[in-house]
């Protein structure tokens, strides 16, 4: 099946400070990509979908301005959490379709000081 | 009533046992639907697609009801591997040609020797 990578796997930071996250799919190209968010022992929740070269839709609830996207190409999406908190703590995992099917990156676990 | 309900488990069951999880889902108009395995801390991954009444893999059996908006997993002869949580996930297609994943909270299995 179809990779997506991401990076970092895991990060931990200070209170306030911002935290960019990278998806890649690594051996096709992907024109839309999604963000989740996991909390301890709940479901993933979509966050928001990431279109190449237009602004990404957020789900209801998702502060834009917070969770900053960006996807400038075809294998690539970025999710900048900034001024981060810790109640911000959480597994943030990517997604991509490939021939119908999400592909899911092994995920980033963010912890906020 | 959520999107998509799944039994909240946990399910402990000794290695052999058959065990089966339910999920409903609101959206009669979905036409597709999935079985995803996630186990701790990881990426969920695909372990089973539902498009008809069914599917048959191995163990694993998954039925649909469309009439009452049902879908089931069962697994047959438990192995220790099989421990994991299972997520009914259900899709809506946008316009865009791309599907928007509704996850359920998931079930948890404990499968012990």
């Known amino acids: 099946g179809a990779v997506v990578s991401q990076h970092p796997s895991r990060v931990i930071c200070k209170s306030g400070t911002s935290v960019k996250i990278e998806c890649r799919s690594l051996?096709?190209?992907?024109?839309?990509m999604f963000w989740y968010r996991q909390f301890p022992k709940k479901s993933l929740m979509l966050m928001a979908t990431s279109n190449e070269g237009s602004k990404a839709t957020y789900e209801q609830g998702v502060e834009k301005d917070k969770f900053l996207i960006n996807h400038a190409s075809l294998t690539l999406s970025t999710l900048t959490v900034t001024s981060a908190h810790p109640e911000d703590s959480s597994f943030y995992i990517c997604?991509?379709?490939?021939?119908?099917?999400?592909?899911f990156g092994p995920g980033t676990r963010l912890t906020v000081l | 009533r959520k999107e998509v309900e799944q039994d909240p488990g946990p399910f402990n069951v000794p290695e052999g046992a058959t065990v089966a999880f339910n999920c409903t889902y609101s959206n009669s108009a979905s036409q597709s639907f999935f079985w995803y395995r996630q186990d701790c801390r990881k990426e969920p991954k695909l372990l089973m697609s539902?498009?008809?009444s069914g599917n048959e893999d191995g163990r694993f059996t998954a039925q649909l009801n469309r009439a009452s908006q049902y879908i089931s997993l069962l697994i047959r002869d438990s192995k220790l591997s099989d421990s994991a949580t299972y997520l009914c996930?259900?899709?809506?297609?946008?316009?865009?040609?791309?599907?928007?994943?509704?996850f359920g909270a998931g079930t948890r299995l404990a499968v012990h020797p």
């Open positions: 051996d096709f190209q992907a024109t839309t």
């Open positions: 997604s991509a379709t490939a021939g119908g099917e999400q592909f």
């Open positions: 539902v498009y008809s």
């Open positions: 996930v259900v899709p809506l297609m946008f316009s865009g040609g791309y599907n928007k994943l509704i």
